[in-house]
Protein backbone atom coordinates (compact mmCIF):
# COMPACT_ATOMS: atom_id res chain seq x y z
CA UNK A 1 0.00 0.00 0.00
CA UNK A 2 1.22 3.39 -1.47
CA UNK A 3 0.34 6.88 0.63
CA UNK A 4 0.86 10.04 -1.18
CA UNK A 5 0.28 13.68 0.11
CA UNK A 6 -1.02 16.10 -2.33
CA UNK A 7 -1.23 18.61 0.36
CA UNK A 8 -3.78 19.98 3.06
CA UNK A 9 -6.02 17.05 3.73
CA UNK A 10 -5.82 15.49 0.28
CA UNK A 11 -4.23 11.64 0.49
CA UNK A 12 -4.18 9.42 -2.12
CA UNK A 13 -3.86 5.63 -0.98
CA UNK A 14 -2.57 3.12 -4.11
CA UNK A 15 -3.70 -0.28 -3.20
CA UNK A 16 -1.32 -3.54 -4.21
CA UNK A 17 -4.41 -4.67 -6.37
CA UNK A 18 -4.37 -1.56 -8.19
CA UNK A 19 -7.48 -0.11 -6.59
CA UNK A 20 -6.80 3.54 -6.13
CA UNK A 21 -8.52 5.81 -3.01
CA UNK A 22 -8.56 9.29 -2.85
CA UNK A 23 -9.37 11.14 0.22
CA UNK A 24 -10.89 15.23 0.41
CA UNK A 25 -9.31 16.26 -2.68
CA UNK A 26 -8.51 20.05 -2.36
CA UNK A 27 -5.88 20.55 -5.52
CA UNK A 28 -7.68 23.56 -7.46
CA UNK A 29 -6.58 26.78 -5.12
CA UNK A 30 -4.85 24.58 -2.78
CA UNK A 31 -1.38 26.29 -3.18
CA UNK A 32 0.27 22.97 -1.59
CA UNK A 33 -0.99 20.73 -3.98
CA UNK A 34 1.55 19.37 -6.54
CA UNK A 35 -0.63 18.09 -9.48
CA UNK A 36 -3.51 18.97 -11.32
CA UNK A 37 -6.79 17.18 -11.47
CA UNK A 38 -5.38 15.41 -14.88
CA UNK A 39 -3.03 13.36 -12.76
CA UNK A 40 -5.49 12.01 -10.69
CA UNK A 41 -7.10 8.67 -11.12
CA UNK A 42 -8.98 7.51 -8.41
CA UNK A 43 -11.73 4.69 -8.52
CA UNK A 44 -13.10 5.40 -5.01
CA UNK A 45 -13.05 9.09 -3.45
CA UNK A 46 -13.96 9.51 0.18
CA UNK A 47 -14.80 12.85 1.55
CA UNK A 48 -15.24 13.37 5.26
CA UNK A 49 -16.86 16.61 5.45
CA UNK A 50 -18.45 18.87 3.39
CA UNK A 51 -16.23 22.02 3.39
CA UNK A 52 -14.45 23.43 0.18
CA UNK A 53 -11.89 22.49 1.08
CA UNK A 54 -12.08 18.76 1.29
CA UNK A 55 -14.59 18.77 -1.46
CA UNK A 56 -13.60 21.28 -3.87
CA UNK A 57 -12.78 19.21 -6.73
CA UNK A 58 -14.53 16.21 -5.74
CA UNK A 59 -17.09 16.59 -8.57
CA UNK A 60 -14.62 17.44 -11.12
CA UNK A 61 -12.16 14.61 -10.23
CA UNK A 62 -15.18 12.20 -10.20
CA UNK A 63 -17.16 12.89 -13.70
CA UNK A 64 -13.82 12.64 -15.27
CA UNK A 65 -12.56 9.17 -13.93
CA UNK A 66 -16.42 7.52 -13.18
CA UNK A 67 -14.98 7.54 -9.51
CA UNK A 68 -17.40 6.28 -7.00
CA UNK A 69 -17.87 8.68 -4.09
CA UNK A 70 -17.82 7.46 -0.24
CA UNK A 71 -19.27 9.83 1.64
CA UNK A 72 -21.71 11.20 4.91
CA UNK A 73 -25.45 10.99 3.35
CA UNK A 74 -25.88 14.63 2.33
CA UNK A 75 -22.55 14.76 0.96
CA UNK A 76 -23.43 11.42 -1.22
CA UNK A 77 -27.06 12.77 -1.99
CA UNK A 78 -25.81 16.15 -3.03
CA UNK A 79 -22.76 14.65 -5.34
CA UNK A 80 -25.30 12.42 -7.08
CA UNK A 81 -27.62 15.25 -8.11
CA UNK A 82 -24.58 16.19 -10.19
CA UNK A 83 -24.74 13.27 -12.30
CA UNK A 84 -21.62 11.19 -10.11
CA UNK A 85 -21.65 7.87 -8.83
CA UNK A 86 -22.07 7.94 -4.75
CA UNK A 87 -22.33 5.77 -1.89
CA UNK A 88 -24.19 7.40 1.03
CA UNK A 89 -23.36 6.69 4.77
CA UNK A 90 -23.35 7.87 7.94
CA UNK A 91 -21.51 7.88 11.85
CA UNK A 92 -21.29 4.37 13.08
CA UNK A 93 -21.56 2.35 9.55
CA UNK A 94 -19.54 0.42 8.13
CA UNK A 95 -19.90 -0.94 4.35
CA UNK A 96 -17.54 -2.98 2.79
CA UNK A 97 -16.45 -3.00 -0.59
CA UNK A 98 -14.53 -4.65 -3.12
CA UNK A 99 -11.33 -2.89 -1.99
CA UNK A 100 -11.83 -3.40 1.96
CA UNK A 101 -14.24 -1.87 4.82
CA UNK A 102 -15.11 1.68 5.50
CA UNK A 103 -16.43 2.93 8.34
CA UNK A 104 -17.72 6.52 9.50
CA UNK A 105 -16.74 7.85 12.83
CA UNK A 106 -17.72 10.89 14.59
CA UNK A 107 -15.39 14.21 14.26
CA UNK A 108 -16.22 17.47 16.37
CA UNK A 109 -16.10 20.12 13.38
CA UNK A 110 -18.71 21.69 11.01
CA UNK A 111 -19.30 21.10 8.19
CA UNK A 112 -21.12 23.03 4.80
CA UNK A 113 -20.70 24.19 1.36
CA UNK A 114 -21.76 27.23 -0.60
CA UNK A 115 -23.91 26.53 -3.58
CA UNK A 116 -25.43 29.40 -5.52
CA UNK A 117 -24.14 31.75 -3.38
CA UNK A 118 -26.06 29.77 -0.21
CA UNK A 119 -24.27 28.33 2.31
CA UNK A 120 -25.66 24.36 2.60
CA UNK A 121 -26.14 21.84 5.25
CA UNK A 122 -23.80 18.71 3.62
CA UNK A 123 -24.35 16.14 6.45
CA UNK A 124 -22.35 15.70 10.13
CA UNK A 125 -18.61 15.76 10.33
CA UNK A 126 -16.87 12.72 10.07
CA UNK A 127 -13.66 10.65 10.60
CA UNK A 128 -12.91 7.55 8.33
CA UNK A 129 -11.56 4.53 9.10
CA UNK A 130 -10.24 2.35 6.39
CA UNK A 131 -9.39 -1.06 6.59
CA UNK A 132 -7.38 -2.60 3.25
CA UNK A 133 -4.82 -5.47 2.88
CA UNK A 134 -4.50 -6.37 6.49
CA UNK A 135 -3.74 -2.36 7.38
CA UNK A 136 -6.13 -0.22 9.61
CA UNK A 137 -6.01 3.75 8.73
CA UNK A 138 -7.92 6.28 10.17
CA UNK A 139 -8.33 10.13 8.57
CA UNK A 140 -9.51 12.10 11.12
CA UNK A 141 -10.56 14.94 8.99
CA UNK A 142 -11.27 17.64 10.38
CA UNK A 143 -11.66 17.75 14.24
CA UNK A 144 -11.29 18.83 17.43
CA UNK A 145 -9.44 16.14 20.65
CA UNK A 146 -12.03 13.98 21.92
CA UNK A 147 -11.50 11.48 24.32
CA UNK A 148 -13.98 8.79 22.61
CA UNK A 149 -10.99 8.56 20.34
CA UNK A 150 -9.27 5.48 22.11
CA UNK A 151 -12.37 3.93 20.65
CA UNK A 152 -11.01 3.67 17.63
CA UNK A 153 -8.11 1.59 18.41
CA UNK A 154 -10.33 -0.81 20.64
CA UNK A 155 -10.65 -4.02 18.89
CA UNK A 156 -7.29 -3.67 16.56
CA UNK A 157 -4.41 -1.03 16.22
CA UNK A 158 -4.15 1.48 13.60
CA UNK A 159 -1.35 1.25 11.56
CA UNK A 160 -1.97 5.10 10.54
CA UNK A 161 -3.33 7.81 11.64
CA UNK A 162 -3.93 11.15 9.67
CA UNK A 163 -4.53 13.95 12.15
CA UNK A 164 -5.21 17.67 11.32
CA UNK A 165 -2.31 20.01 13.59
CA UNK A 166 -3.26 23.42 12.14
CA UNK A 167 -4.87 24.77 15.24
CA UNK A 168 -7.88 27.64 14.62
CA UNK A 169 -10.63 25.38 12.32
CA UNK A 170 -8.88 22.11 13.95
CA UNK A 171 -7.32 20.89 16.92
CA UNK A 172 -3.55 21.87 17.09
CA UNK A 173 -0.43 20.67 17.99
CA UNK A 174 -0.93 19.62 21.42
CA UNK A 175 -4.14 18.44 21.21
CA UNK A 176 -2.98 16.16 18.17
CA UNK A 177 -0.46 14.97 20.61
CA UNK A 178 -3.11 14.04 22.74
CA UNK A 179 -5.07 12.28 20.05
CA UNK A 180 -1.92 10.20 19.53
CA UNK A 181 -1.86 8.79 22.88
CA UNK A 182 -4.97 8.14 22.77
CA UNK A 183 -4.89 6.06 19.30
CA UNK A 184 -1.50 4.91 19.44
CA UNK A 185 -0.96 4.26 15.72
CA UNK A 186 2.70 2.65 14.34
CA UNK A 187 2.69 5.91 11.99
CA UNK A 188 1.15 9.11 13.08
CA UNK A 189 1.25 11.52 9.77
CA UNK A 190 0.07 15.45 10.50
CA UNK A 191 -2.29 17.33 7.92
CA UNK A 192 -4.81 20.45 7.53
CA UNK A 193 -1.46 22.57 7.91
CA UNK A 194 0.22 25.27 6.48
CA UNK A 195 -2.36 25.76 3.68
CA UNK A 196 -3.50 29.29 4.97
CA UNK A 197 -1.59 31.64 7.02
CA UNK A 198 -4.00 31.15 10.03
CA UNK A 199 -2.84 27.58 10.39
CA UNK A 200 0.91 27.81 9.96
CA UNK A 201 2.12 25.16 12.47
CA UNK A 202 6.12 23.30 11.68
CA UNK A 203 4.85 19.90 11.57
CA UNK A 204 8.57 18.93 11.88
CA UNK A 205 8.62 19.78 16.02
CA UNK A 206 5.09 17.69 15.94
CA UNK A 207 6.44 14.61 14.46
CA UNK A 208 9.51 14.56 16.67
CA UNK A 209 6.97 14.12 19.61
CA UNK A 210 5.81 11.07 18.13
CA UNK A 211 6.95 7.42 18.26
CA UNK A 212 6.35 6.65 14.31
CA UNK A 213 5.53 10.64 13.36
CA UNK A 214 6.36 10.70 9.91
CA UNK A 215 6.00 13.91 7.42
CA UNK A 216 4.19 13.59 4.14
CA UNK A 217 5.24 16.35 1.76
CA UNK A 218 3.41 16.76 -1.25
CA UNK A 219 3.98 14.60 -4.03
CA UNK A 220 6.12 12.18 -1.14
CA UNK A 221 5.05 8.43 -0.91
CA UNK A 222 5.13 6.14 2.34
CA UNK A 223 5.26 2.59 1.98
CA UNK A 224 3.11 0.63 4.58
Known amino acids: MELIGHGHSCIEIRLNDGTNLLFDPFINGNPLADV ?32 TIIAIAEVATYAQSQGVKAHGMNLGGRCVFPFGSVKFVPALHSSGYEIDGVMT ?25 FSDMRLFAKDQSID ?37 PVIQQNPAIFVEQVVGGKVLNPGETILV
Do not use: W
Request: charge should be negative; avoid cysteine; hydrophobic fraction near 40%.
Open 36 to 67: SLADLHPDYILITHGHSDHIGDMLAIAQANKA
Open 160 to 196: VAFLPIGDNYTMGPEDALQAVSYLNPKITIPIHYNTF
Open 121 to 145: YMGEASGIILEAEDKKIYHAGDTAL
